[in-house]
């Protein structure tokens, strides 16, 4: 069984930053791309970054571009999102998602979930 967990949200002022982990458990993801995606209220959970399984692939969506940072530590099993410049747009619920194929978008074809963390900028 494997399981995702997200830790690291809260709540922060804009112009400051948070930095998201998301633990896996029950086997390896090292071959697995690994995602972030985040889904605000009343909206469409929409993509927000995707790292590839050696590190070295790396997309973001254009929102965040200069400010959020995703990389992973394959031997601790851990993908981590670096927030920074928050602004008040990105407040959402953050989840993590996990699948062997790079660039799924389509919610239902990713292998693993995580729960999700929520992140508050305020102004």
């Known amino acids: 069984q494997v399981q995702l967990v997200e830790s690291g949200g809260g709540l922060v002022q804009a112009g400051g930053s948070l930095r998201l982990s998301c633990a896996a458990s029950?086997?390896?993801?090292?071959?697995?791309?690994m995602y972030w995606f985040r889904q605000a209220p009343g909206k469409e959970r929409e993509f927000v970054a995707a790292?590839?399984?050696?590190?070295?692939?790396?997309h973001y969506t254009d929102s965040v571009k200069g400010r959020f940072t995703i990389s992973r530590n394959n031997a601790e099993n851990t993908a981590y999102l670096q927030m920074n410049s928050l602004k008040p747009e990105d407040t959402a619920v953050y989840y993590c998602?996990?699948?062997?194929?790079?660039?799924?978008?389509?919610?239902?074809?990713?292998?693993?979930w995580g729960q999700g963390t929520q992140v508050t900028v305020s102004s």
């Open positions: 029950g086997r390896t993801l090292r071959n697995y791309v």
């Open positions: 998602a996990a699948d062997p194929a790079w660039d799924t978008r389509k919610l239902s074809e990713f292998d693993y």
């Open positions: 790292i590839g399984a050696s590190g070295l692939n790396i």
